[in-house]
């Protein structure tokens, strides 16, 4: 960890102390003290970037003066660990609840995929890089939401907008999450100024070769070795609301989709059992080839039709294989939202 990351985490934890001690011994309590710092928190089921954009927000706002810490909605995943590891961050802790809290979220502003209890915290900001969801506010807020590949892009463009210099080891872990985010700038939601981002917080880093650390994520992202399908399925896995139905959405990544052979059978079992448990209307599953780039869609839904609706070709039994389409925000929700309208 660097100085000044230290730096900003100590601020951060001094000054909730300083204003617990304040607090009159009989109305100190625990919400109490939690209340005074600000939690920047990703969306559920947790990715790279959700978890990068939670712990560079919540160093720039640190060091602006608005105490933060980085938060998680659950259990981060391998190429996460192996990116908080390698740049020696802490992981973040996880909250669930929204309730007496100051937030910040990042990387999503959709109610559904945000902390329980929304309407009972205090959102002070939103970061974010996803079409404008359905979070809705009672006071002012900062909002920053650009058509990019990663959050990390945004929250970088935020540090330059303010003047404040980007860590060692907050940089490497933000590009870290700007690849995985963009598949190595592959996805279709990849812009310039993400490869300037790149370049830039590598250049911080000290990092020559983006490609090879790149590789390096992958390489742990796409190692599914032992996992059981359920938690396949579910670790980037995202519920919607579209013309009033109930829509799951999960997405694999993977480095060929031949990896993905063993565990097919097994998916598709527990994507007929999410789908009945949750009530949805369709659960759809993006297995993603990073190689071939193209994403084979498995589908369980009640509607048949909508597919093709959707995507202008009719689906082989219950999957499609879609050339070209890697991004779920891009290239999937658009075209099922506008189906599912019809
Ligand atoms: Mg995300
Ligand atoms: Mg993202
Ligand atoms: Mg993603």
């Given at each position: 960890m660097t100085i000044r990351f230290c730096l900003g985490l100590l601020l951060c934890g001094l000054s909730a102390l300083n204003s617990f001690a304040q607090t009159p011994p009989k109305a100190a309590s625990a919400t109490k003290a939690a209340a005074s710092v600000a939690y920047v928190v990703g969306h559920r089921n947790p990715d790279l970037d959700s978890i990068a954009s939670a712990i560079g927000l919540a160093d720039l706002m640190t060091r602006r003066g608005v105490p933060c810490v980085p938060a998680a909605q659950g259990k981060v995943t391998p190429d996460t660990a192996f990116a908080l590891a390698k740049f020696g961050l802490p992981v973040p802790e996880i909250i669930t609840d929204a309730t007496d809290r100051k937030l910040l979220l990042t990387d999503h502003s959709d109610t559904l995929q945000s902390l329980d209890n929304l309407a009972k915290g205090e959102i002070l900001a939103i970061v974010d890089h996803?079409?404008?969801?359905d979070v809705t506010t009672r006071s002012p807020l900062e909002m920053w939401v650009w058509?990019?590949?990663?959050?990390c892009t945004v929250v970088a463009g935020m540090y330059d907008f303010y003047g404040v210099g980007i860590p060692k080891g907050v940089a490497g872990t933000m590009l870290c999450a700007l690849l995985s985010d963009t598949l190595l700038f592959k996805s279709?939601?990849?812009t310039p100024t993400d490869h300037r981002t790149a370049e830039k917080l590598a250049r911080i880093e000290g990092i020559r070769d983006i490609q090879a650390l790149g590789m390096e994520v992958f390489r742990v992202k796409a190692n599914?070795?032992?996992?059981?399908a359920r938690e396949l399925l579910l670790r980037d896995y995202k519920d919607f609301t579209m013309g009033g139905k109930k829509v799951g959405i999960g997405q694999i990544e993977v480095m060929?989709?031949?990896?993905l052979d063993p565990y097919k059978a097994g998916l598709r079992a527990e994507m007929n059992l999410l789908k009945a448990e949750k009530g949805l209307s369709a659960l759809f599953l993006m297995l993603t080839d990073i190689l071939t780039e193209g994403t084979e869609l498995l589908l369980v839904l009640d509607d048949g039709a909508l597919v093709e609706k959707a995507f202008g070709r009719k689906p082989q039994g219950d999957r499609l294989w879609l050339p070209g389409v890697m991004s779920?925000?891009?290239?999937v929700v658009p075209s099922l939202e506008k189906a599912f309208a019809r």
């Open positions: 996803h079409k404008l969801g058509p990019v590949g990663s959050t279709s939601t990849t599914l070795a032992g996992t059981p060929g989709l031949s990896t779920r925000k891009k290239d």
